[in-house]
């Protein structure tokens, strides 16, 4: 009935790797994990759903900033244990800085240097949450 | 001396994921490991190398195949797990299966469908392997 979920190979954790890439800019965003019910409900709902390892539950992204991501696609990779998802990303925002990405960090000369600015204040994107 | 390995979160198997992207195409082509040595190889010969978990050894992406991965850019995520290359794709194929890229599989109405062709039989790749 689910053989579909079958296919994707759950590590040690149940949770499989989902990169989320904007759709419009082709930018990777973010990689995060999604347990069973979060791969489902991100396709049930085309909102991307995670597992959050660090509060242990499932995670609505956006759910407190309200930047969501629509899922316009969902791919897996040849040995099952990686995803890609195509998003629009809404606010233009999908790190918890404030920044579009999260990989805002670019290793140059040995160090890392920030290279995105950040577009708005953590503060004001979490102030209900 | 070498801080900026220190930036990274390595998992408690010493890893980090690395997603190769397509720097012409902006394609994901790619989800894979890296530990602390190949990171530092990467950056040291602009070329991709990894840690295979299957082989339990470093692995320099193209050493059988020929499908190198010449690194433009290397990007660490705001909590340092996660690694994001830039990269030019050898021959056009990432993925061992012959295919530009992994994540071939499409979920299309609860299946996965094969969207991207095989462009050269894997045997004919790994003939010398």
Redesign the interface.
């Known amino acids: 009935m689910t053989?579909?979920l079958d296919?994707v190979r759950w590590n040690a954790d149940g949770l499989v790797?989902a990169?989320a890439?904007d759709a419009a800019t082709?930018?990777?965003l973010?990689?995060a994990w999604m347990n069973r019910e979060a791969l489902v409900q991100t396709?049930a709902t085309r909102e991307a759903h995670y597992w959050s390892r660090s509060r242990g539950r499932l995670w609505r992204k956006g759910e407190s900033s309200g930047h969501v991501q629509r899922v316009r696609?969902?791919?897996?990779?040849?040995?099952g244990?990686?995803i890609?998802l195509q998003v629009e990303q809404a606010g233009g925002i999908a790190?918890?800085?404030g920044?579009e990405r999260?990989?805002?960090?670019?290793?140059d000369d040995?160090?890392?240097v920030e290279t995105d600015p950040v577009l708005k204040n953590p503060r004001e994107i979490y102030k209900d949450g």
Chains 1, 2 share one sequence.
Not at 102 to 107: G, I, P, Q, W
């Open positions: 053989t579909w296919d790797a990169i890439q082709q930018r990777v973010t990689l396709d696609e969902i791919r897996l990779d040849c040995d244990d990686a890609v790190c918890h800085t920044r999260c990989f805002y960090r670019l290793l040995g160090a890392w």
